[in-house]
């Protein structure tokens, strides 16, 4: 199944507190039991004003779908076509 990485902007992200991301993580995870299991959110990594997000999903319709049950932006969705790391290089 497609990994996706998905760019969420969202002003001042770094400065969430710790309840606002928890709040946030258990809208995703509500969605995604509405969804079924055919979308897996993996991981996610906030920076100063964004969200990356990490998911596994039939296509991106289904990530969408996801962003606009959850009330999330989804400034960008793009398939992972490889996935490297130092390891690469050997």
């Given at each position: 199944?497609?990994?996706f ?13 710790k309840s606002e991301l928890q709040?946030?993580s ?12 055919q979308v ?9 004003d964004k969200?990356?997000?990490i998911?596994i999903?039939p ?8 962003a ?15 996935i490297?790391d ?5």
């Amino acid at each position: 199944m497609p990994k996706f990485v998905i760019e969420r902007e969202i002003p001042k992200a770094g400065d969430l507190k710790k309840s606002e991301l928890q709040g946030i993580s258990q809208t995703s995870c509500g969605v995604l039991q509405q969804l079924g299991p055919q979308v897996q959110w993996v991981q996610s990594y906030v920076t100063d004003d964004k969200i990356y997000c990490i998911y596994i999903a039939p296509d991106e319709a289904s990530v969408r779908k996801h962003a606009e049950m959850g009330g999330f932006p989804a400034n960008s969705i793009s398939v992972v076509r490889s996935i490297i790391d130092p390891t690469t290089a050997e």
